[in-house]
């Protein structure tokens, strides 16, 4: 049976699963303020160290390698302890392998009905 979630209910990643919020992405075409840019996925990116929200712009060259649902929908990132872990106990669909961006920082991407969701890993030092 298929629990509802009511409004004023935190949806069961953060709640149950103890998932972070981190960031929301959003794909542009137009050229953002204090762009960067990242050669290993023909991609720039902005806003997120200024946002007090999270919000990250990202702007797509031709020929990127990233998912094309990544480029153009919208996705909200989560921070996780333990990625390998997250993803083999969730039903999830992968459309972005474990991958580590930078170092210290290994992320996933998942799809749940139509939208990507990212997951983050920050790598402790031992």
């Not at 806003?47 to 929200?53: R, W």
Request: glycine content about 6%; some cysteine.
């Amino acid at each position: 049976m298929l629990k509802v979630r009511l409004d004023n209910e935190l949806p069961d990643s953060i709640e149950k699963w103890g998932w972070k919020y981190h960031h929301l992405g959003i794909p542009t075409d137009k050229i953002m303020p204090g762009e960067r840019y990242l050669p290993q996925f023909r991609l720039f990116v902005s806003g997120f160290s200024e946002s007090p929200f999270g919000i990250e712009w990202m702007r797509f060259e031709e020929g990127c390698p990233v998912n094309k649902l990544i480029q153009t929908v919208p996705h909200i990132a989560f921070e996780v302890n333990d990625l390998d872990y997250e993803l083999s106990i969730h039903d999830l669909e992968v459309i972005t392998k474990p991958n580590a961006p930078s170092d210290g920082v290994r992320v996933a991407m998942v799809e749940h009905n139509g939208a990507p969701i990212e997951l983050i890993e920050f790598v402790k030092n031992k």
